[in-house]
């Protein structure tokens, strides 16, 4: 099993940054890919980014590319995190990081590992 805690979110105003970091924990040696999904109200999870652990490949939503970037944390191994600048209203949204064991896609369902979420609140 591999552990995942999130930090970061909250509130920010349109045009700020802020950054999601992830820790993961347990069998992280498992992870292939690591990325971050997020869901709004009614809405179904989608993707945000992903990295891919050994070779550092990303891919990234066509929504949130040139805006966000998914990096690893030099210091700790097992950290990532989610650079998110010119926020808009519609990024609003629990984030969720996740870690995959298989293969770096966008389908949720290729993850088996994910974090509580955290609350990003976009205001106009």
């Known amino acids: 099993q591999v552990q995942l805690v999130e930090s970061g979110g909250g509130l920010a105003q349109t045009g700020d940054s802020l950054t999601l970091s992830c820790a993961a924990s347990?069998?992280?040696?498992?992870?292939?890919?690591m990325g971050w999904f997020r869901q709004a109200p009614e809405k179904e999870r989608e993707f945000v980014a992903a990295?891919?652990?050994?070779?550092?490949?990303?891919?990234y939503a066509d929504s949130v590319k040139g805006r966000f970037t998914i990096a690893r944390d030099n210091t700790h191994q097992y950290r990532w995190y989610l650079q998110m600048s010119d926020l808009k209203p519609e990024d609003t949204a629990v984030y969720y990081c996740a870690a995959g064991t298989t293969s770096l896609t966008p389908r949720p369902s290729d993850y088996e590992y994910w974090g509580q979420g955290t609350q990003v609140t976009v205001s106009s």
């Open positions: 347990g069998r992280t040696f498992t992870m292939y890919a």
């Open positions: 990295l891919g652990w050994s070779r550092h490949q990303t891919t």
